[in-house]
């Protein structure tokens, strides 16, 4: 099933057509010609009214490509739209990753990037794109997935970014967490190294990026730097929250608690098994975290941590005690 404003703009579309078609008959009343179209216009009338007041609970949203990279309607390089989509794929993790304002590292791997995956469910007719859906429970939902949601925020973040205005788009890279940086900034960059530009259309967000709006994007990511840094602390973990993949960590030494989020394989053995949890809760240990940073104009904007495991102190660790 197509997005719901792509839906719409095949019905205005198709509006338009039986319209010109109604306008191009004879006065008269009483002709089946005028009927019909009458007839046909009323039911794409109502057909958009229909789509403006419902949509689907579940994520779909349409990612159109032109430019150099495709030819006609029906042929694009499979390098440029392995990068474009891939790259678009990671766009959305980071904005489900960032739902409950969660950190996300600049690298590795999401919190939650399992559940942010979207599957190639069809092409666009009449241009060269795709339509991406996650896979929906056997069951509808009352509420929109987190997926939907977070495809949407993607949508609408790249839509704030893509401003005229410099100072609104500083103010979007300043408030966005490091990851959701760095992946739009690749995703630019496919777009303009290959001489791109995409369309996305979802249910209730759409973006147009023309030659000049990937142009002036990518010109304005020269000054945005996302860096990352391994970093091994010993201290006491205070604990791991399984729901929300929240860490506390009191740093050896220092009247510091380091704050942030885990990695999904990281609580999922944290949670699984309850000997790792034993030998960690409350006790020395060593902890490996990956510590990301967004700068603008050589500025740091914002800090995130990730735990990434977790190991005991060995005893020649441990502090000396006199």
């Known amino acids: 099933m197509m997005p719901n404003l792509l839906s719409i703009e ?5 509006k338009a057509f039986a319209q010109r078609q109604l306008e191009s008959l004879p006065d ?13 216009l009323n039911e794409i009338s109502q057909q958009i009214t229909d789509l403006r007041v419902s949509s689907a609970t579940s994520a779909s ?27 678009y794929q990671k766009i959305v993790a980071a904005s ?8 996300v590292a600049a690298k590795g791997k999401i919190k939650g990037a399992k559940r942010s995956k979207l599957y190639i469910r069809d092409i666009v007719r009449g241009s060269m794109g795709f339509i991406l859906e996650e896979i929906s429970p056997p069951q509808s939902d009352l509420f929109n997935t987190p997926l939907k949601i977070a495809v949407e925020n993607a ?15 500083n103010s979007a890279i300043d408030a966005a ?8 900034q690749k995703f630019a960059k496919v777009l303009k190294d290959a001489g791109a530009t995409a369309k996305i259309v979802g249910d209730d967000q ?18 945005v730097d996302v860096q990352e840094e391994s970093v091994t602390l010993n201290g006491t973990l205070l604990g791991v929250l399984p729901d929300s993949h ?10 510091e608690i380091v704050k942030g989020a885990a990695t999904d394989d990281l609580v999922s053995k944290y949670v699984a098994d309850n000997a790792f949890k034993e030998q960690l809760l409350l006790k020395p240990v060593k902890a490996f975290l990956r510590y990301t940073r967004t700068y603008r104009g050589g500025r740091l904007l914002r800090e995130q941590v990730m735990l990434e495991n977790l190991e005991p102190q060995a005893r020649t660790d441990y502090p000396a005690r006199f």
């Open 177 to 184: 967490p490091p990851r959701l940086v760095s992946a739009v």
């Open 61 to 87: 949203v349409a990612v159109i490509f032109d430019g150099l990279p495709v030819i006609g309607q029906g042929d694009i390089r499979l390098d440029f739209s392995t990068d474009a989509l891939g790259t």
């Open 246 to 255: 929240e860490f506390e960590l009191e740093v050896e030494g220092q009247d």
């Open 206 to 223: 759409k973006l147009a990026l023309g030659l000049e709006d990937v142009a002036r994007l990518s010109e304005r990511f020269t000054t």
């Open 28 to 40: 008269s009343p009483w002709g089946t010609a005028r009927l019909m179209w009458e007839q046909r």
């Open 10 to 14: 095949a019905l205005e579309a198709d």
């Open 155 to 169: 949508t609408a973040f790249l839509a704030s970014l893509n401003t005229p205005s410099l100072d609104e788009f």
């Open 96 to 103: 489900l990753a960032t739902l409950a304002d969660e950190a």
